[in-house]
């Protein structure tokens, strides 16, 4: 299996940092083949602006329509196409980043919004569950500064899964990922290397990053699945009266 490891996080050597590093010796002894797009170290360029279509850009510039235009032709910037080849390449995708007000980190964001261009992960017609990523696999990283009562059904935070959502259903399922269930470890800013509760947040993601292939995903909803009405994309009658639940399906 090919594996692309996704790092947002400015310190090398932090907890994220050390994840990494799990993940790539890990998914390595397995078998598997493994490539790492580290953000802040390849100094990424976060923003989506004129410059990333220098043959095609409007005026005003039409972010969707320019990205499709330099898609088909092959003149998206070098940065962006060497990204998409690992895209390409990988079979699973790891997104390991901390929870920064209540979200990813922007370089993360910014990552996304150029490298899932249009005519590549979207623009094509099909979406959700059924997108251009279609046959594989996504799983989130998060460190979260936060206890897990903080981020529990009751909790003062609200549920993880609800902030999560906007990255696990309308951005990686959408583009056709199947999205596992995230990798959390609470608590971080409290949790030393070597010290107490390490150990075991080793093991633990020893055993997830090794059941990748087997772990079933997120239930969400397709939009071909028959569910949903086709002219109004509203669920249909019958489904209506049921909420999302902790999983984050609908």
Request: hydrophobic share 40%; with cysteine; aromatic share 10%.
């Amino acid at each position: 299996m090919n594996v692309l490891l996704v790092l947002a996080h400015p310190e090398r050597h932090s907890l994220n940092g050390t994840l990494v590093d799990i993940a790539t010796r890990e998914l390595t002894s397995l078998g598997h083949d493994v490539q790492l797009s580290d953000l802040y170290r390849m100094d990424w360029k976060a923003t989506v602006d004129q410059a990333d279509f220098p043959h095609g850009a409007t005026d005003p510039l039409n972010v969707a329509a320019a990205s499709a235009r330099a898609y088909e032709t092959g003149q998206l910037t070098d940065d962006v196409k060497a990204e998409q080849e690992k895209l390409r390449w990988a079979d699973t995708v790891i997104f390991q980043f901390p929870l920064w007000w209540f979200s990813a980190p922007a370089i993360l964001k910014g990552w996304i919004e150029r490298v899932f261009s249009a005519g590549f992960a979207y623009g094509t017609g099909r979406s959700y569950g059924d997108g251009c990523m279609k046959g594989k696999r996504a799983m989130l990283s998060v460190t979260i500064g936060g206890t897990e009562h903080d981020y529990s059904a009751r909790g003062i935070c609200g549920p993880i899964e609800d902030l999560l959502f906007p990255l696990t259903h309308g951005t990686l399922f959408y583009t056709g990922f199947a999205t596992l269930p995230s990798f959390l470890v609470y608590s971080a800013d409290r949790l030393e290397e070597r010290g107490e509760g390490f150990s075991e947040l080793v093991d633990r993601y020893r055993e997830r990053l090794a059941t990748l292939e087997t772990t079933a995903p997120i239930p969400f909803r397709s939009a071909a699945s028959g569910d949903y009405d086709l002219r109004t994309r509203e669920l249909r009658p019958a489904w209506r009266l049921r909420t999302r639940t902790a999983s984050g399906c609908i």
